[in-house]
């Protein structure tokens, strides 16, 4: 079901299947989320859920289980409820299933509530422990913006400009052993606030910085000005990818509390970075917002 929000500046759709943002608009019309042409990348915002990623071999033990896990975790093929919904806001919800627990033991209650206001796009990720022990999860989101903008734009005029000063080195994604190498790292960021892009910068998958002061990050088009800004302040770190070789027209912003699996893991679920964990009766939340430039 796709749900259509709407204020005197913007409009957004939201698929229940994933709660998944499918379209975001200004008051020109211009789109900015990336429209899933599969002959590049047929997603567009898929919600990162209990994994960031993939495990080792598709597989993790959770407090002595093995269990099949797949990348990035269920929710992209998980219909979500919706209900509170608004002309500017609806909530999209999950609970645990059957299904579920065969993949990820424990019970809980996802949900993201997306609210349009006069600054922009709004994401709330909630995570709510309904078990009776801890829950431990990974969450990350994964927006993909169209890049260029404009048909008299290249994808190489614009830039990645960090909310502070960074000196920045990100982890070497292995395409071989499909694990981030902790021991092959490229300095990205020396006491700079921008990062220009380049296809050339993905053509070992995602650029993963897993240690970043800034809690926002600019694409943008630094001739015009134009572009979008994703504030992430509950996330720890961030990464950005396009498809290569293929050299998709879109550049993906995520906020992670998590990665793919690392060299320096072993397959404890327990075991890897930043992990997230919930007490019983316990709620986190988890706040990224969308501006335009």
């Known amino acids: 079901m796709l749900i259509t929000l709407h204020t005197a500046k913007y409009t957004a759709v939201i698929d229940s299947l994933g709660a998944q943002l499918l379209s975001f608009k200004d008051q020109a019309r211009t789109e900015y989320i990336w429209q899933r042409d599969p002959a590049y990348w047929a997603s567009s915002s898929p919600l990162l859920f209990p994994i960031v990623g993939n495990c080792r071999n598709d597989r993790t033990i959770i407090e002595g289980t093995w269990?099949?896990?797949?990348?990035?975790?269920?929710?992209r093929t998980t219909d979500f409820q919706v209900h509170q919904q608004s002309d500017s806001c609806a909530v999209f919800t999950i609970h645990d299933t059957e299904e579920t627990r065969c993949m990820y033991p424990y019970a809980f209650c996802l949900s993201l509530t997306c609210h349009l206001r006069e600054d922009g796009l709004h994401m709330c990720y909630q995570v709510e422990n309904k078990d009776t022990r801890p829950i431990h999860y990974q969450i990350g989101a994964h927006p993909g913006f169209r890049c260029p903008l404009f048909q008299d734009e290249s994808f190489e005029d614009y830039v990645l400009e960090f909310e502070k000063e960074e000196t920045a080195?990100?982890?070497?994604?292995?395409?071989?052993?499909?694990?981030?190498?902790?021991?092959?790292?490229?300095?990205?960021?020396?006491?700079?606030?921008?990062?220009?892009?380049?296809?050339?910068?993905?053509?070992?998958?995602?650029?993963?910085?897993?240690?970043?002061?800034?809690r926002s990050v600019a694409l943008k088009n630094p001739a015009s000005g134009k572009g979008v800004s994703v504030a992430f302040p509950d996330f720890e770190t961030i990464a950005f990818w396009t498809s290569m070789p293929s050299k998709g027209p879109f550049l993906c912003v995520e906020p992670w509390n998590g990665s793919a699996i690392r060299s320096d893991e072993d397959d404890n679920f327990l075991n890897r970075h930043f992990?997230?964990?919930?007490?019983?009766?316990?709620?986190?939340?988890?706040?990224?917002?969308?501006?335009v430039l």
């Not at 296809?199 to 002061?213: C, E, P, Q, T």
């Open 275 to 291: 992990l997230q964990t919930v007490l019983p009766g316990d709620k986190k939340q988890y706040q990224m917002q969308i501006t």
């Open 67 to 75: 269990y099949e896990l797949p990348k990035h975790g269920f929710c």
């Open 169 to 214: 080195s990100s982890i070497a994604y292995d395409l071989e052993n499909l694990q981030f190498n902790t021991a092959d790292r490229k300095l990205r960021l020396d006491h700079s606030r921008t990062l220009p892009l380049s296809y050339d910068l993905f053509s070992g998958n995602a650029v993963f910085f897993d240690a970043i002061a800034s």
